[in-house]
Structures are given as structure tokens and as C-alpha cells.
């Protein structure tokens, strides 16, 4: 195995919560490497080495011609030919169709009812931040130490970025997953067996990192409701949904907590 695939982790990027800042992989990520050389031309900055440069090109060729996709099947000249730009209506039609089913999917109807009442949360929560920092502030004895009430401040700043950055990625990878779900069975060409096969895994990948999504938000909303019992009702609402959605979502996609996600679920090779 060369040098190369041990820097970046293949597809890792596919089934991770976009959060680079907290992601602990950002040096094996290809998608990374790339945004952040994209950042300093933007900026008018040199690329970093062209030797990085031709690691990275490199890299991605030599993935492309290890993809299954490509190393086991050929798809025959129909599937590159002049015709495969002309609209087809009956794809389309069946597209169309899926995607109004996994709008009308209960998963994805929760998972929008969560997002959309996570966003009212936050909005309606802040004076109650506020009076608990105030409490804190002014508690005599004070409850903590200059440098934990600090610590306490961040670590309460953070249970909310959990809560507001899954908020909105749950919806998305349910919807994704449940896309996945719904394609239908249909014996096809080779091709089609292996985009449908594809599209399965996906379904799972993606019900996996909403899976995980959910327990960490569980986590933090429960965290949350013992610094705010103003909050109670409310958040016990909001981990009443997250546990119908992460039932519901093992129940759909029994493969999903078994999915291993390239770089999170595998042991990583090392640098
Ligand atoms: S794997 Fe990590 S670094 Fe790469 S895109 Fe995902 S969160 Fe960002």
C-alpha cells in the first residue's frame, strides 16, 4: 500500500457531520485538503507545495481506478453514448416520485418537526442562558472557581453548538437515507443493479450519521436540561422526537448501526 493511501482515508468524507472544526480525521481528509486550498487561493495565497499538490491529484486517480464501480463492470457503450443526455421521462417521472415520497416519509416529517422546533428553541431560550449565567455570576458563595465558572460557560456554549449544528444535519441524512429506502426494486443492467446496490449502502451510511447525530444531541439536550428546569417541558419534548426518530430509524434501516463509516468505524491506518 503506498504512502499516498495512508494520508487521506478514502471517502471518509461521505458519511462524516461536516463539522470540521471538531473533526479529529481533517489531516486524512481529502474534502478538507481541498477546501483549504481552495481558502488560500481565494485569499491571493501560494499553494502550499506542489509536491502536496501532486500527492492529492494522485491520490484521487488512484482512488478512481480502485472504485468497484469501474474495476469490476463494463457498462457498455449505452451508458456513455450520445443518447444518455437526452431526457428520459420515465426516470424522471419515477424520480419525481420517489421524491415526493420521502417528503410525505414520516421519518423525514419528524425529523423537519424537530428542526423546526430546535430553531424556535434556541431562538426562545436565550433569556433563560442568560439568567443561568447571571446565577452563576452572582451565587455567594460562588458555586465555582474563577477558571471552572469559565470552563462552565464554554461547556454550556458548546452543548448548544451540538444541539444548533445537528439541528438541521438530522433532517438532511434522514432524508437522504429514506431516498435510499424508497428506490425501487427493479432487476436491471448491470449498471442498474449496481447503482441500486450503491444507493442501499448510502441509505445506511447516511442512516448511521444520523444515528449519531441523534445520540449526541440526546446527550447534550439532556445535560442541557438539568442547567435549565425552566427548559423541562420542552426539552423533554425535544428528546421525545429524537427517540422516535432514532426507533424509527433503526426500525427502517436495520443495516445502519452496523454500516462502518470509512475512518470512524475502521481503525485508521496511521500517518
Ligand atoms: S471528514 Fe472531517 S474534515 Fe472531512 S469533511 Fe468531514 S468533518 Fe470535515
Redesign the pocket.
Known sequence: MSSRKQRFIPG??NY?????ER?A??RR?R??AMGRALDRQVRGEPPIQDAANAEFWNDLAEELRETALFRSHDFGTDFFSEDADEPDPAWEAREAARREAVERHALCRHAREYMRQVAAWLKSAEADLKAYARSLAESDPPPFAPDDLEEEARGVGELMEVVSWYHTLIPTKISRAVGGLLEREEAGSPAANILRESRRADANGSGKVALAAIERSIAAWLRLREILPAQESAILNLLALLDRLRRGLRAALPGAESFRRP?FDDEPERD
Open positions: 471518509i468524507y462524516c457531520d461536516y463539522w470540521c473533526c480525521f481533517t481528509c474534502n478538507f475512518g
